[in-house]
């Protein structure tokens, strides 16, 4: 019995942290659409686009 608890516990640490891995890749990835968009379309188009990916990035971050 202790053996299945053991491996119970260590699925849900592994699922917490694979919760806050992907929540920290998917902020990764917005920021670098971000920089890329700056790289391959200088201007307004970038700025504006820009402060989307920003507020994504907030509203992901916030409840995470």
Known sequence: MPFTTTIRAALAAAMLAGFYLVGLGLL???AWLSVWL???FPGQVAHDI???VAATVVGLAVPT
């Open 28 to 30: 990764a990835g917005l």
């Open 38 to 40: 700056w790289l391959a």
């Open 50 to 52: 820009s402060y989307l």
